[in-house]
């Protein structure tokens, strides 16, 4: 069964960090590209970071580049690790983060990717 699960949120003072990780379990993740989205509340979902399939090209959103970084751990073929290690928090960074993967594997290039693939979310809450 295919499944995406985060952890690692909580509450933070402005300044703080978090790691939030997301275990996906399954043989093809490895060959997927992964990648983080958040939303805030009354806000729609939008694009915080993304990894391609082989970890060697990242892409950020501007509101969070330089701060946030993305990586991912697939040293386990039936498991991948996929991690957001965001810092110097903001309280506009308070937000629901999901993970997600793309529908296919070895896609090129980050244009092309289609995500898919979601995990359930965990709270991401910076206080002033």
């Known amino acids: 069964q295919v499944q995406l699960v985060e952890s690692g949120g909580g509450l933070v003072q402005a300044g703080g960090s978090l790691r939030l990780s997301c275990a996906a379990s399954?043989?093809?993740?490895?060959?997927?590209?992964m990648g983080w989205f958040r939303q805030a509340l009354g806000k729609e979902r939008e694009f915080v970071a993304g990894?391609?399939?082989?970890?060697?090209?990242?892409?950020?959103?501007d509101s969070v580049k330089g701060r946030f970084t993305i990586s991912r751990d697939s040293r386990d073929n039936t498991k991948t690790t996929v991690y957001l290690q965001m810092d110097r928090l903001k309280p506009d960074d308070t937000a629901v983060y999901y993970c997600?993967?793309?529908?296919?594997?070895?896609?090129?290039?980050?244009?092309?990717?289609?995500?898919?693939?979601w995990g359930q979310g965990t709270q991401v809450t910076v206080s002033s």
């Open positions: 399954g043989r093809t993740f490895s060959s997927k590209a």
């Open positions: 997600a993967a793309d529908g296919h594997v070895y896609t090129p290039n980050f244009s092309q990717i289609q995500w898919n693939l």
């Open positions: 990894i391609d399939w082989s970890g060697r090209s990242t892409t950020y959103a």
